[in-house]
Antibody, heavy 122, light 112 residues
């Protein structure tokens, strides 16, 4: 059974760095073709893809946020960590991690975590 | 501004058929990349509804179907039920945005 769970602070101050951890089970991120992405959703708004890390440690970032994001994995702990620097109120959102399933030349998200709401406020 | 365009809302009466469109461009859907669909209820995580343009994961009712043509895709729901009221998102891949997944802006389905 595949599960993912996000953890991290519920509240961060403007300019601080956010660190989120995705702890997963039921699959290995060392398996060829596997990836994990972070996706966020501001209250009442659409989904926004943030970053992805592949089984071979390839990393990809949202073009608009790439200077602020870093993604890493600890295969032995089944964890993926996302850091986002210089947080602002517009970054208030529910942050999801999701397993990516490669499909032909793209990929889709077959399992999602429950999400964690991060509020940016002083 | 989402890369993929969806209508903000659609509605239909129980038992009816509704469709939700997802329009992209020559660098994503039009380039041949597959479209995937998600269903999201308030306060919950999105759930995979359709993958690879038209494939339903196990457990998804066959009332849900989808197709793709050119630079667009569409999700159809037949025999509309009150429990289908949710937000629906399309997702694809964009060759101009290396490694990116791209989403539509989401469509709120209201069952009248």
């Amino acid at each position: 059974q595949v599960t993912l769970r996000e953890s991290g602070p519920a509240l961060v101050k403007p300019t601080q760095t956010l660190t989120l951890t995705c702890t997963f089970s039921g699959f290995s991120l060392s398996t060829s073709g596997m990836c994990v992405s972070w996706i966020r959703q501001p209250p009442g708004k659409a989904l926004e893809w943030l970053a992805r890390i592949d089984w071979d440690d390839d990393k990809y970032y949202s073009t608009s946020l790439k200077t602020r994001l870093a993604i890493s994995k600890d295969t032995s702990k089944n964890q993926v960590v996302l850091t986002m620097t210089n947080m602002d109120s517009v970054d208030t959102a529910t942050y999801y991690c999701a397993r990516g399933q490669q499909y032909r030349h793209g990929y889709y998200f077959d399992y999602w975590g429950q999400g964690t709401l991060v509020t940016v406020s002083s | 501004q989402s890369v993929l365009t969806q209508p903000p809302s659609v509605s239909g009466a129980p038992g009816q058929r509704v469709t939700i469109s997802c329009t992209g461009s020559s660098s994503n859907i039009g380039a041949g990349y597959d479209v995937h669909w998600y269903q999201q209820f308030p306060g919950t995580a999105p759930k995979l509804l359709i993958y690879g343009n038209s494939n339903r994961p196990s457990g998804v009712p066959d009332r849900f179907s989808a197709s793709k043509s050119g630079t667009s895709a569409s999700l159809a729901i037949t025999g509309l039920q009150a429990e289908d009221e949710a937000d629906y998102y399309c997702q694809s891949y964009d060759s101009s945005l290396r490694g990116h997944a791209v989403f539509g802006g989401g469509t709120k389905l209201t069952v009248l």
